[in-house]
């Protein structure tokens, strides 16, 4: 069997070789002659075989559409902290400057006074839409649906800056759609100001009854974790299809549910 | 630094792919993981610095693929994470039968790179002065995560 590890014929077939690996690399090509150029030479030939089977053009689109996307929400975040703390600058002062001219007399009563709330512009929403072909339909609550559907989903924030969406099926199983890994720490819950698409569609498996999203939201980064141990909480009751998740105050849930067929989908998959 | 996509796609794709998939298994899932880790680079290409990138690559392509391998354990559909059972086995053959019990303790808590460093040790036979140039650490660091590791293991394999 060969010495040479594949990681280290990639960089040689790149001409990359890292310095603490060139020693090594004498060392192999001394012991096993000839053996490195064949293997480069096999890797040049599969990446040629690869970007004629599958040409770069349409990927790279894919990629620099992502890429933007992923620019434009970075932007939006650093505006939005930005923001955040010309208002918290703002706030300070404020409060500041009141306390200094508030009368004694109103202090007593402050307790009382309520801060007024602040109202969310519009409100969190999620959308299923179902590929039909070459069509998309648009899934309303309770709408009937088969394994191996192909749903995508758009959801918006409603002015909230921070969500998780997941679901639980019949099978009491429970994914994460946003962010990606459940691993997640709360700051990649930030969520986009405009209407987006999660960046995968994915197709419904054959978990039996029903399949019910949740959009989580908050002012605040999100628990991954925690809303997950809510949404495996809730999958392993018995009201799963109709109950609400267990959450800490500060987030709020919407959900939308789709209800499973027992026959199997007629719909044409792409 | 500026960088041509379709360039850099073009020589680098393949190798991201490969990497992908011998991660991951599946080809159609380390398509996308390779997807990821272009739409990752490019996003912060003016934070490149101009030196070898397949190092890069390299590594967020194993990090990537180290996340979806854990955000899938919970997934029956996608099947047991080889990988780190793999992992699990050679940081101690003795742990071979508690590897697959062990797996999410031992991870749990650790720093992201922790894994990382495993992989490229355990997985791709990189020497700790390969590891270390690797990651951006010294090898005396490379030495204490892994020792690290073993430790954790032994500890989980006594617990009743």
């Known amino acids: ?270 | 630094m500026p960088v041509d996509s379709h360039t850099y796609y073009c020589t680098y794709g393949p190798m991201v792919l490969r990497r992908c998939r011998k991660l991951l298994g599946d080809d159609q899932t380390a398509r996308d993981a390779m997807h990821d880790v272009f739409v990752q680079v490019l996003t912060h290409s003016e934070e490149l610095a101009d030196q070898a990138p397949s190092s890069l690559l390299f590594r967020i392509a194993t990090n990537v693929c180290l996340n979806r391998i854990r955000s899938r354990r919970r997934r029956p559909e996608d099947g047991d994470p080889e990988l780190l059972v793999q992992i699990a086995q050679e940081t101690d053959p003795a742990a071979r039968s508690a590897a697959r019990a062990a797996l999410d303790a031992l991870f749990r808590h650790e720093p992201e790179d922790t894994a990382l460093i495993a992989v490229l040790h355990l997985h791709d036979r990189m020497t700790l002065q390969e590891v270390a140039a690797e990651v951006g650490m010294s090898v005396s660091g490379v030495r204490k995560r892994l020792e690290k590791l073993r430790m954790k293991l032994h500890a989980l394999e006594v617990q009743p």
């Open chain 1, 1 to 270: 069997m060969t010495s040479l590890p594949d990681w280290l014929v990639e960089r040689a077939a790149l001409d990359e070789v890292p310095p603490a690996s060139r020693e090594r690399i004498e060392r192999i090509e001394r012991a096993e002659p000839g053996e490195l150029a064949r293997r480069v030479a096999a890797l040049r030939e599969d990446n040629a075989a690869e970007l004629a089977r599958y040409p770069a053009a349409p990927a790279v689109a894919q990629i620099e559409a992502r890429v933007a996307q992923a620019r434009q929400a970075r932007r939006r975040r650093r505006r939005r902290s930005w923001l955040g703390l010309a208002m918290s600058a703002a706030a300070v002062v404020v409060v500041v400057g009141l306390a200094a001219l508030r009368p004694a007399a109103d202090v007593a009563r402050g307790a009382q006074d309520a801060p007024e709330e602040t109202r969310v512009k519009g409100s969190p929403r999620l959308l299923a839409f179902r590929q039909v072909g070459e069509q998309v339909e648009r899934l309303a609550q309770d709408a009937v649906v088969h394994a191996g559907d192909v749903i995508q989903l758009r959801y918006k924030a409603g002015g909230q800056g921070y969500g998780v969406i997941a679901s639980i099926d019949g099978a009491g199983g429970v994914t994460l759609h946003y962010p990606l890994h459940d691993d997640a720490p709360p700051q990649a819950t930030v969520m986009p100001a405009e209407t987006a698409a999660l960046p995968h569609a994915w197709a419904l498996d054959d978990a039996p009854r029903f399949e019910r999203f949740f959009f989580v939201t908050a002012n605040d980064p999100v628990d991954v974790q925690r809303t997950l141990a809510a949404l495996h909480a809730l999958a392993r009751r018995g009201d799963s299809a109709t109950g609400s998740l267990e959450l800490p105050s500060g987030l709020q849930q919407w959900s939308l549910r789709l209800r499973k067929a027992d026959r199997p989908s007629t719909h044409e998959s792409p």
